[in-house]
């Protein structure tokens, strides 16, 4: 080869230079677990719909959404959001709005008429549901996915269960619920109506199914042994919600006095307040720092205009309404104990609000049963009774009672009903170690506080039973959905493929993310450290 | 969609953003980025300079559409790019003396004037880069005649504050109380010595000429912007990049951002751009922190930390950010 005048040796490119021996350690892309995800008792990937979100992908949003949870538009109103407890951006600023995201979500899904994508082949199963309360629906539609027949019973007139006859329709307007359970209907689950199942063992065999869910909820309402004279008006929360859904609305009057500590004390007293009750009081033992209620919906009511008693239990009521309540003070354990002061409280009605019990009626003589406590003992991991092919959850199981567990109850027990049905264990899902606040890089984000949502004025609140809580505008949604960190998941920002003194992170195209070309990445970190969002690790190199 | 949104999750402080339109993104997020200095160098693990040097050689690049010539100092640009036979470079490069960088740039450019004149590429253009070394002590004479004659030649200084390429030597540009193997952290005054310090870009601007940046490894985005404004100016032009060094600085290796990004946040290194000696525009500061965070994760200023350390010394580099952020006006308006 003919070489310019001095040269002797043929050029050659640094690319003969492997690098990448001086390594100590290696970079590697992970995915983190985000801390919503990690909280959600309905099992959403919070993080994987918001991804979508914020490129103005709603229908992919949506549609990844209802992968695990087929009720957007009701979770955006009636979840108590403990994903939002736990978001990252909490440490930052303020919090996600993913509630109000997911609520944005699911009232365009409404609007546009978005429907699920068609469910797997048939399967030739199926599966009888009992109950049509959010635990049941939401395990019809993921059998339902996975191919098999579903028949749901239920022995009250409309679907929804709790949703409607718990939660009052100015935090559910019904309107929601009605499209969220039609699409479901639409998807191919059969909805009996009015169809109480009397005995479990029974409707299965005569109806040829291959496996049963329970879930019937807890409609029986608790009651306290409160000394009344006949004429004392004493109802009960459950019915009182009940009876604005069905029938005649209750009858409370204009000072009304409500039992209880819990969120079904707030919605009557608030739903008091609605139907015309110019006092509505609260009687609870314990103080607000030990309320079972959530404290937003606490804050709300006060608002509203109801009062609260606290440290006080109500030990009689004579004919005239005239309650006798008695103070309490807090031992050193939390516990409320009688002092010996008494005072007196007029009221129209009381209504007691102390918890509820499940009707196990149709699951006597069913053998491998465990009832504790009145609730159903289930394999928390499987959600299966003692008696095989028969699973449980929602109310009826031991756990926190809300729509969001129940709904994650129905999604596992799907889960698990599918693999019993196929004989095999269900696949379990890739762990993923979480993305704690200290793996991120968060100078990278922009600085943006959370966006309010509108809430009705109060003159309203008190007088109607419109709807409190307002919707995102899109603008809004967008901005807030922006405000995710994306924790432990990459989300293209390409600062490794920037970042990294000897271009060994290669770009793979929108969508596809990145990789490490380990013939020359020295092991410096620095892609690891300037990652916003925790998505990549540093590993010991083997030798 | 209705109003735009003007948010856009990070914004333009990552290097890429995928909320963001093509345009605003940076030449670094593209696939086809010119990667003008290959993978296989030999700079050590996490260097900051042959990461700034990529940045700004590769804006330049696509600046001129690919029609590029460097000229380069000596330093450890040159030495770990291009260990004979071997180069990184992907645009044509030529290495003469350690202070003569600037004249060789404007060598290159009289002589692409004269090829022009006889039917030549006027597109062509020229860079010259080097080390804070061979800029501000070795290569200042040559340097400051470039300015002078106003020759049209884009020179990028890398500084990280020593000459690290022969063992961490002090030179004009390390700050007082650093430790180098010249100025041991030995005495009642250890490190470096509280001169009056040798500003560099402030002396380009004295000389008057059409452009003048500072800018750090760690805000891609302000850093690309600058060299592409350079670019757009014919005549001397003057670019000073802050590119921490994990060995001479005695930090971590994947500190070398986050270090690059407390210079400009402590106020210690202030981003600005100016014209013909007026400053047009400075960087403002996002989260200011004190001076210390950028101090110690370094063990070249370890001494002015522990018992009983330097507090004096602390202080007195405080006073020094301090007044850069006066100076430059560094913090954004109160609203």
């Not at chain 1, 407890?85 to 303020?94: E, F, I, Y």
């Not at chain 1, 030990?315 to 008695?326: C, K, N, P, V, Y």
């Not at chain 1, 693999?419 to 991120?440: I, M, N, Q, S, V």
């Not at chain 2, 880069?129 to 049209?152: A, K, P, V």
Request: net charge neutral; with cysteine.
């Amino acid at each position: 080869m003919k070489k310019p005048f001095a040269i002797t040796l043929d050029p050659g490119s640094s690319l003969a230079n492997k690098t990448g021996s001086w390594r100590s350690e290696r970079p590697v892309y992970v995915d983190r677990l985000p801390p919503c995800n990690a909280q959600c008792p309905a099992g959403e990937d919070i993080q994987g719909w918001l991804y979508h979100a914020e490129s103005g992908g709603y229908e992919a949003a949506w549609r990844h959404l209802v992968r695990d949870n087929p009720f957007p538009a009701v979770m955006g109103r009636v979840c108590y959001h403990s994903c939002e407890g736990a978001c990252n951006r909490g440490k930052l600023d303020v919090a996600v709005g993913i509630n109000s995201v997911e609520r944005f979500l699911g009232d365009e899904a409404i609007r546009r008429g978005w429907r699920f994508d068609p469910p797997a082949a048939d399967t030739g199963r199926h599966v009888l549901v009992v109950g049509a309360g959010p635990s049941g629906l939401s395990a019809a539609y993921h059998l339902r996915r996975r191919g098999h027949r579903v028949t749901v019973r239920e022995a009250g007139p409309k679907a929804g269960g709790m949703m409607r006859f718990g939660i009052p329709q100015y935090r559910l307007p019904r309107d929601v619920l009605d499209a969220e359970v039609q699409r479901l209907v639409e998807f191919g689950v059969t909805l009996q109506l009015g169809a109480k199942v009397g005995h479990i063992a029974g409707a299965m065999a005569a109806g040829g199914f291959d496996a049963a869910f329970l879930a019937v909820g807890a409609h029986i309402a608790r009651r306290a042994f409160i000394p009344a004279k006949d004429s004392a008006r004493i109802l009960d929360a459950v019915k009182v919600l009940h009876s604005m859904e069905e029938g005649e609305r209750p009858m409370l009057g204009r000072r009304v006095v409500v039992y209880g500590g819990g969120n079904t004390a707030i919605d009557v007293a608030r739903t008091a307040r609605r139907l015309g009750a110019t006092e509505a009081v609260i009687v609870y033992r314990r103080t607000r720092e030990r309320m079972p209620a959530h404290d937003f919906e606490v804050e709300e009511a006060l608002q509203e205009g109801v009062q609260v008693k606290w440290l006080s239990t109500i030990l009689q009521a004579d004919a005239s309404g005239t309650l006798t309540i008695e103070k309490m003070v807090l031992d050193d354990k939390g516990n409320p104990q009688p002092t010996g002061e008494y005072e007196t409280l007029a009221s129209d009605s009381l209504v007691l609000a102390l918890g509820q019990d499940v009707d196990l009626g149709l699951l006597e003589g069913v053998p491998g049963l465990v009832i504790s406590d009145g609730v159903v003992e289930v394999d928390t991991a499987t959600m299966m009774t003692g008696h095989a092919g028969l699973f449980a959850g929602g109310d009826m199981v031991p756990a926190e009672r809300n729509v969001t567990v129940a709904v994650g109850h129905g999604k596992r027990a799907a889960r698990h009903i599918d693999a019993w049905l196929r004989g095999k264990a269900a696949e379990a899902g890739e762990k993923h170690e979480p993305a704690t606040f200290e793996r991120l890089n968060p100078w990278y984000y922009s600085d943006a506080p959370q966006t309010v949502r509108p809430q009705l004025a109060l003159a309203r609140r008190t007088s109607s039973f419109d709807e409190v809580q307002g919707g995102l505008t899109e603008e809004n949604a967008l901005f807030e959905a922006r405000r995710c960190l994306s924790c432990g998941n990459c989300f293209e920002c390409h600062n490794c493929y920037g970042v990294c003194p000897d271009n060994a992170n290669v770009k793979l195209g929108p969508g596809k993310r990145f990789s490490i070309n380990y013939d020359y990445c020295k092991g410096c970190g620095v892609c690891v450290a300037e990652c916003p969002c925790g998505a990549i690790r540093m590993e010991p190199e083997a030798n | 969609m209705n109003a735009p949104v003007k948010f856009y999750q990070t914004g333009t402080f990552t290097v890429g953003n995928r909320l963001l339109a093509p345009g605003r993104r940076t030449v670094q997020a593209s696939a086809e980025r010119s990667n003008s200095i290959n993978s296989g160098h030999r700079a050590c693990q996490g260097c900051g300079e042959a990461l700034g040097a990529r940045y700004a050689v590769d804006a330049a690049m696509r600046a001129t559409a690919g029609k590029l010539i460097a000229a380069n100092a000596t330093g450890c640009l040159e030495v770990f790019s291009t260990p004979y036979p071997e180069t990184s470079w992907q645009l044509p490069w030529i290495h003469s003396l350690f202070g003569n960088a600037a004249a060789v740039g404007t060598g290159i450019a009289a002589a692409l004037k004269v090829k022009a004149r006889k039917g030549g590429d006027p597109a062509v253009r020229v860079i010259a880069q080097g080390g804070d070394g061979g800029t501000t002590d070795i290569g200042f004479g040559c340097l400051s005649g470039m300015f002078e004659r106003n020759d049209d030649v884009l020179y990028i200084c890398y500084d990280n504050e020593a000459y690290m390429n022969t063992g961490v030597q002090r030179s004009s540009a390390t700050p007082a109380g650093a430790r180098t193997n010249t100025t041991m952290a030995v005495g009642a005054e250890p490190g470096a010595p509280q001169g009056q310090g040798k500003n560099l870009p402030l002396i380009a601007m004295a000389h008057g000429i059409p452009y003048v940046a500072t800018a750090t490894v760690a805000d891609l985005h302000d850093l690309e912007a600058k060299v592409l404004r350079a670019m757009s100016i014919r005549g001397a032009r003057y670019l000073h990049v802050l590119v921490p060094c994990p060995l001479g600085w005695g930090a971590a290796s994947h500190d070398t951002i986050r270090l690059a990004r407390l210079a400009r946040e402590t106020g210690l290194f202030p981003e600005f751009e100016a014209e013909h000696g007026e400053v047009t525009a400075v960087t403002k500061i996002r989260h200011r922190v004190p001076v210390e965070e950028y101090l110690r994760p370094q063990k070249r200023f370890a001494h002015l930390f522990g018992s009983p350390g330097h507090p004096e010394m602390v202080a007195a580099m405080q006073a020094h950010a301090d007044r850069n952020i006066r100076r430059f006006g560094l913090l954004a308006e109160e609203s």
